[in-house]
């Protein structure tokens, strides 16, 4: 990967539906020779795919988010937490991490009974010996 392809996918997490001859005038390429670098960025896997970002409040109406720190009884394998964490819709993002918690989870529901519901699933799984929560207030930043 050179320093075009970084330009390139900088420009492509900005606007995913750009037109190649768009994305050649900004990089200095023609249209097909930005067709063949996402392309061939496509084959090796480094871009996975193309989204849309839909804004959770339009789709399903406003709702309640919150972070929850996941502790663990033992050593949990990361595979064993992602299937888990996987049966829960309301899980909308999560990872392991560093420091006391083994997992910081995104939650996203309708209202709080519902965010209730889900953070009660998450402490009821085998190897989950409690978890900590923080309700999102406001939305400051979205990329």
């Known amino acids: 990967m050179d320093e075009t392809d970084r330009r390139l996918l900088d420009l492509l997490r900005v606007n995913g539906r750009i037109g190649w001859a768009e994305l050649g005038e900004r990089i200095g390429l023609s249209a097909s020779a930005v067709r063949r670098r996402v392309d061939r960025l496509t084959e090796r896997g480094i871009i996975r795919g193309f989204t849309v970002d839909v804004d959770p409040d339009a789709e399903q109406g406003p709702g309640v988010a919150a972070y929850v720190e996941l502790f663990c009884r ?13 049966a829960v819709p309301e899980v909308v993002t999560a990872g392991t991490i560093t420091g006391e918690a083994d997992a910081l989870v995104l939650l996203r529901s309708r209202d709080v009974r519902s965010l209730e519901d889900a953070l009660e699933r998450l ?21």
């Open 123 to 143: 402490r009821m799984a085998p190897n989950v010996d409690h978890t900590r929560s923080a309700v999102v207030l406001t939305w400051l930043v979205s990329r």
């Open 74 to 86: 033992g050593t949990v394998a990361p595979g064993e937490l992602q299937r888990m964490l996987s």
